[in-house]
């Protein structure tokens, strides 16, 4: 397929550069929240009021470095240069830390698909695909896009050998064989005489798919990319191009794309990228520039871009592999970016938009144009995707009763070919013999929330449809302990679930006869804790605008909604979004994101709730390039401290880079946001997970290293209430990614879970203080082996640590639980 990239009157698909730049700057999976303290039987002393703002920039601010951890020989670790310098670690848990070392308490997991009930029979199955390319060759079709599966985004590609009438699953694996990891999104596809190529993007980077048929996808190792394809570049187009393929898209240096300039990559196979820079087109001086459509006749290469000032549609066109570029224009003006590309063998074809119509061009070599035909119906509002085959163009024009679809072999003759219901989001289109195939997404008329249309050649529906997913179709998010029972939450069939247990070993769901854990879209539990007033679980609700799922109980078996309260409406199209909870001696806090900025909500009693309030003005309140999220939060004698983070475009001479944060509240109401130091060795990085015991807290996250490809488990920790802060050393195998998947406190001390390598392993970190860690790698079904593997929430439960997270591959995902003995002759404890 070659193609340009569509438009509508509110932009680009993928969104304002901010929402484009915080989709990619955070994790693709769902957000996973560590076990909140329950409430402390007394109450807590008062505080000195807090300043508006601080911000550290010491990184030895608060305690002392700890001292060096005693030596072993069965694997070495390095710090990764995070918070100090490299040190070797052994695997061994000494005297007064977290778990027992004794041989006998071996760590059990299992795959707990079936310990874990799901929903009754003839409930929804919960899936939410994301189609967002679709190309063909001959009678061959392929979709590109994921599946928003329980345990994290998987890649999914999808092939049809007879013109889109039925597909099947392909095969997607790493060059070594393995599943790929969760998280990463494929966007933009392609096919030529040489094969296929798909890109997709990543935290940190950019992604690249290749085929030689469209049934078997290989993911390229990240080198591939990451030589081309820079952490702040976005692809927009890719084509076959004649003699392999082409891709252009923008770069940033600040990160917030104020600064946009242009970027062609250039391939022989689709593994190999050559970039080349934008001053080889030689853009106007001034303003940003963004190349959006690339397409290709006789040999010759066409590239356009969208500047932010006149003229706002530029073109080039070069003859010799994209070595040189000579700039050309197309008949008609612009009043604003509204031209776009599409090439057939023959013919390249440029279609502007003008007002309640469209005008298409023709040119036999990109040099010479003709104007071919006005595309006019009733109730246009624009076009929104342009794209060709070698046989055949088709373009999906909104308008007012819905997208209606056409087709022309030569630009100036073009046929009705279908139409989708109204509200439906085209992402691409393709032809393929007589059909037309359209995918993007369809909230409102999907039960997946994805779009997959097939229209024959009279315009008439050829039924079809994505193959069911693979899994159990349950996850488990959360734990929580209080008076003998343990409550986990999480979804199932896609309904938030809730289950019980006495002791974290045998597992009953909870009956939901009101259906207080049902509704439209998918719904899901994230977070839970206990209180003095009773049980809070929050999650997403899969409303759009979002909107927190709020759920209380008093005794952990009959839940309501709370989200009905007008705390939790959204103002305008803000989404709100609920991350961690916890219950303190004030109340229950729950904190998110509102927009741009931080949210956060407090109620004395889970019958009354109020948003919370800034310290300082900026403290909560965000904008597009200086956003605020929190992730987690804890509570103790010394109130509320959350855990995120925040864009700062002043870092490192204006580059746009995220940074841990930490907000501290002494009532859960009035919120003081603190900057903590970013760590030696890395470019950036936030929090995602945060827990207490007294006065010790300890706050991890994920940063990004190297050239912006690699990860990396960070930290701190205070020892005094969140006042101060200092960082830890979080090793892993040198060498090795890593990232952070939980936080908590038990005890005998504090756990920290997060994963190594890609695809992910289980590695667990523990502390007896807070201050000096060890590392383990647990082995066995549901800890290492294929696919991602992850431990996202810890209780203890009669005398055992007791982990819930899952297993994710290719093929599925599956709960896990894992428990460990708790050493009974420890006598440290923080």
């Excluded at 003759?413 to 995918?439: F, H, I, K, L």
């Excluded at 993007?440 to 529906?461: E, I, M, N, Q």
């Excluded at 490809?709 to 209430?721: E, I, L, P, Q």
């Amino acid at each position: 397929m070659t193609g340009g990239g569509w438009r509508s009157e509110t932009g680009d698909r993928d969104g304002s550069p901010e929402q484009v730049n915080e989709r990619l700057s955070q994790p693709s999976l769902p957000p996973e929240e560590r076990l909140s303290q329950p409430s402390l039987p007394f109450s807590r002393p008062s505080l000195p009021s807090l300043p508006p703002t601080t911000e550290l920039t010491d990184s030895d601010v608060g305690y002392s470095p700890t001292d060096p951890m005693p030596a072993g020989r069965k694997k070495r670790f390095r710090s990764l240069l995070i918070g100090g310098a490299s040190v070797t670690f052994a695997i061994v848990v000494a005297s007064g830390v977290l778990v027992a070392s004794r041989q006998s308490d071996e760590p059990v997991a299992e795959l707990a698909g079936n310990l874990f009930a799901a929903g009754p029979a003839g409930s929804a199955d919960g899936r939410q695909l994301e189609l967002n390319g679709v190309a063909a060759m001959g009678a061959t079709v392929v979709i590109a896009g994921g599946e928003d599966a329980d345990s994290g985004y998987r890649t999914e590609f999808f092939l049809s050998k007879d013109a889109g009438r039925t597909f099947a699953r392909a095969q997607v694996r790493t060059p070594k064989g393995e599943p790929p990891v969760a998280g990463e999104i494929p966007r933009r596809l392609a096919a030529g005489p040489a094969g296929w190529v798909a890109l997709g993007d990543r935290v940190g980077g950019s992604v690249v798919w290749t085929s030689p048929d469209g049934a078997a996808w290989t993911r390229q190792p990240d080198a591939t990319a990451s030589l081309a394809f820079g952490p702040r570049d976005r692809v927009a187009d890719v084509a076959w191009t004649g003699n392999g393929f082409t891709a252009v898209g923008q770069t940033s240096a600040k990160g917030d794309f104020t600064d946009a300039s242009p970027v062609v990559w250039l391939s022989r196979d689709g593994r190999s990228w050559e970039r080349r820079a934008g001053w080889r087109l030689h853009p106007p001086t001034g303003g940003t520039l963004a190349l959006t459509d690339v397409a290709s006749v006789k040999n010759a290469i066409v590239v356009r871009g969208e500047s932010s000032i006149k003229p706002y549609d530029i073109t080039w066109r070069s003859t010799d592999a994209g070595n040189t570029w000579q700039a050309f224009a197309v008949p008609g003006k612009s009043r604003k970016p509204e031209l776009t590309f599409a090439a057939t063998a023959t013919t390249m074809l440029a279609v502007r938009q003008e007002g309640s119509r469209a005008t298409t061009y023709t040119s036999p070599d990109g040099v010479h144009w003709t104007t071919a035909a006005k595309i006019e119906m009733p109730g246009f509002r624009s076009l929104l995707r342009l794209t060709a085959t070698s046989q055949t163009a088709v373009a999906a024009v909104e308008t007012d009763s819905g997208v209606r679809l056409i087709r022309s072999t030569d630009g100036r003759s073009w046929q009705p070919a279908g139409t989708t219901a109204d509200g439906v989001e085209v992402r691409d289109a393709t032809a393929v013999a007589d059909n037309t195939v359209v995918v993007g997404a369809d909230a409102a008329h999907s039960g997946t929330g994805a779009l997959l249309a097939v229209r024959d050649k009279a315009g008439k529906d050829v039924p079809t449809g994505i193959p069911n997913t693979s899994g159990s179709g349950k996850v488990v998010d959360a734990l929580g302990t209080a008076d003998g029972r343990v409550v986990a939450v999480g979804g199932a069939n896609g309904d938030a679930a809730v289950w019980t247990s006495a002791d974290g070993d045998t597992w009953r769901r909870v009956q939901d006869k009101e259906k207080t854990l049902a509704g439209q879209g998918r719904q899901r539990l994230t977070g839970v804790t206990p209180g003095f007033a009773g049980w809070l679980a929050v999650g997403s609700s899969g409303r759009t605008p979002s909107r927190p799922l709020v759920v209380t109980s008093a005794d952990g078996e009959s839940w309501r909604r709370a989200d009905g309260a007008a705390a939790f409406q959204p103002g305008g199209t803000n989404p709100l979004i609920a991350r961690g909870v916890t219950a303190g001696p004030d109340g229950y806090v729950i904190v998110g994101e509102d927009g741009f900025g931080a949210g956060t909500w407090w109620s004395p009693d889970l019958k009354t709730w109020e948003r919370g309030m800034p310290a300082g003005e900026d403290n909560l309140v965000g904008t597009p390039t200086t956003r605020r999220w929190m992730n987690s939060v804890t509570s103790g004698l010394f109130g509320f401290v959350a855990a995120g983070g925040v864009t700062d475009p002043n870092a490192y001479g204006g580059v746009f880079i995220r940074r841990p944060t930490v907000w501290i509240s002494p009532d859960g109401r009035k919120w003081s946001l603190t900057r903590l130091p970013i760590p030696a060795g890395v470019n950036e990085g936030w929090l995602s997970h945060i827990a207490s015991h007294d006065d010790i807290l300890v706050t991890a996250g994920t940063a990004v290293t190297g050239n912006g490809t690699g990860t990396a488990a960070f930290g701190y920790a205070s020892v005094d209430g969140g006042r101060s802060w200092q960082s830890i050393s979080l090793p892993v195998v040198a060498g090795e990614q890593s990232s952070v998947t939980a936080v908590a406190a038990t005890p005998r001390g504090f756990i920290v879970a997060g994963t190594v390598g890609r695809p992910g392993d289980v590695v667990i970190w523990t502390s007896a203080d807070g201050r000096s860690w060890q590392p383990e790698q647990p082995r066995g079904n549901g800890m290492s082996g294929p696919g991602d593997q992850r431990l996202t929430a810890f209780t203890a439960v009669d005398g055992e640590l007791v982990g819930v997270g899952s297993t994710a591959t290719g093929q599925g995902d599956e709960p896990t639980v894992w428990r460990r003995s708790l050493s009974s002759d420890e006598t440290g404890t923080p």
